[in-house]
């Protein structure tokens, strides 16, 4: 398999974090309607589930052909460690943009160690730091907060306290992606906290639940947006995106385009969604029903690298921009 980037969209390496710790996060419970939070005799149990989970996941990614950086948490500082794309993005022209969290103990996740290894490895020329705006309470939870069409130049990101809006169009301008902001609600009128939990855009098709955008005008302005991309929409109920649907990723494995997506996800599709999608890609389900208890599913896990691998022999680049703008 050669791991060279080709598909901005569908990335064949990724980073993905080994939680020995791991907890549905009290912090982030707020805002979070899809979290379910373990009683406190089952923490133990739960932490062994999801580390057998993830290492599954990681086996089975591996079979397809995906490369996987797997970086190991032993703190018990991090108990959703296992997302690290709330964190980080990596973008095709050669950028890393870390970000900054709403929650106090998510803001531990950040490693330097995990950014070396992508400048080490991959062509990295700029690494863009927000996590200064934590200070001034602002967050921008990258690919969680928001869902990128690397092809297309766009971003799409839902506001809510994960997700600032002037922090986004910062974002936007640095990156030269068009914005595409919108509102989205599920049955009981909550906002969906993260962008990726309700979209996903694939090459050639798109998931969402255009029915949880209540606003007419900005349902409408986000379905014609991805159609002029020339992508099939894949409309998903409430009940779906609940069951993570919209949280999945496609990734580019030994035998072309695969769709990285929970168990849980798979089993709410109907034919009719699954036939459409395997028009192109095949359907990887991945078990992972306790780690979704945190609120987060597969595509929260899994960190797509859009970078340029590094030849065998090829030195570093010397000078990596490095920038932070609180």
């Not at 996941?57 to 500082?77: C, K, M, P, T, Y």
């Not at 899994?302 to 680049?317: C, P, Q, T, W, Y």
């Amino acid at each position: 398999m050669n791991f060279n980037q080709v598909n901005p969209q569908s990335p064949s390496s990724v980073v993905m974090v080994r939680p020995y710790n791991f907890v549905p996060n009290p912090e982030t419970a707020i805002d979070n309607a899809f979290q379910i939070l373990g009683a406190e005799h089952e923490l133990t149990s739960l932490s062994k589930k999801a580390l057998a989970e993830f290492n599954v996941a990681v086996d089975l990614l591996e079979r397809q052909g995906i490369q996987v950086h797997v970086f190991d948490d032993n703190s018990h500082l991090t108990p959703d460690s296992v997302f690290p794309n709330n964190w980080f993005s990596t973008h095709p022209e050669g950028s890393v943009a870390i970000y900054p969290m709403f929650a106090a103990n998510r803001r531990h996740e950040r490693r330097n160690d995990i950014i070396e290894m992508l400048k080490r490895e991959y062509k990295v020329w700029d690494v863009i730091d927000y996590s200064a705006a934590e200070h001034e309470g602002m967050y921008l939870e990258g690919t969680g907060a928001m869902v990128i069409d690397h092809l297309e130049r766009t971003a799409y990101m839902i506001t809510s306290n994960r997700a600032d809006p002037g922090l986004f169009e910062l974002f936007c301008a640095h990156f030269n992606y068009k914005p595409v902001t919108f509102n989205a609600i599920d049955s009981e009128a909550r906002p969906i906290y993260h962008t990726n939990v309700f979209m996903s855009i694939a090459t050639d098709f798109a998931v969402l639940s255009s029915e949880m955008i209540p606003d007419l005008n900005q349902r409408s302005n986000v379905r014609q947006t991805l159609e002029n991309s020339g992508r099939k929409i894949i409309d998903l109920t409430p009940a779906q995106v609940h069951r993570f649907a919209g949280n999945c990723i496609e990734l580019t494995g030994h035998n072309g385009k695969l769709l990285a997506l929970s168990r849980s996800a798979y089993n709410s599709l109907t034919p009719a969604q699954i036939s459409t999608i395997e028009q192109s890609t095949e359907l990887l389900p991945l078990q992972v029903d306790t780690i979704e208890m945190a609120g987060g599913s597969v595509r929260c896990m899994i960190a797509g690298i859009h970078l340029s691998k590094r030849r065998a022999g090829e030195s570093a680049i010397p000078h990596t921009r490095s920038r932070c703008y609180a």
